[in-house]
């Protein structure tokens, strides 16, 4: 069984930065579809970004410019967040699946997903 362990997170001021790393554990297979997605409680899950097996990026609009993934090996997944703002506060997921058929910025494309790992942004 594939599972993604999120590290990082904590609380940070607004203005400064966060680095999330993934690890895929398990039976991993030599490529993945990886994603980011972010939630606050009582609203729906957002996605943050993506990278597909084939390396294309995709990032959700609320942090394009601030938000860089990228991925070492291809169990080694990593989201720096610039820049942070207070509405950034949410618990951020590493989400998994073999392809992005369906959408890698789609919840539920993504068939493997971490516990999260929580990320307050202060002023």
């Known amino acids: 069984q594939v599972r993604p362990v999120e590290s990082g997170g904590g609380s940070v001021q607004a203005g400064r930065t966060v680095k999330l790393s993934c690890v895929l554990t398990g039976n991993t297979n030599p490529s993945f579809c990886m994603a980011w997605f972010r939630e606050v409680a009582g609203k729906e899950r957002e996605a943050v970004a993506a990278i597909e097996n084939d390396g294309k990026i995709t990032y959700a609009e609320a942090v394009k410019g601030r938000a860089t993934i990228s991925r070492d090996r291809a169990t080694n997944l990593d989201l720096q967040m610039n820049n942070l703002r207070p509405e950034d506060t949410a618990t951020y997921y590493c989400?998994?699946?073999?392809?992005?058929?369906?959408?890698?910025?789609?919840?539920?494309?993504?068939?493997?997903w971490g516990q999260g790992t929580q990320v307050t942004v202060f002023s």
């Open positions: 989400a998994a699946d073999y392809s992005c058929f369906r959408g890698a910025l789609v919840a539920r494309a993504h068939a493997f």
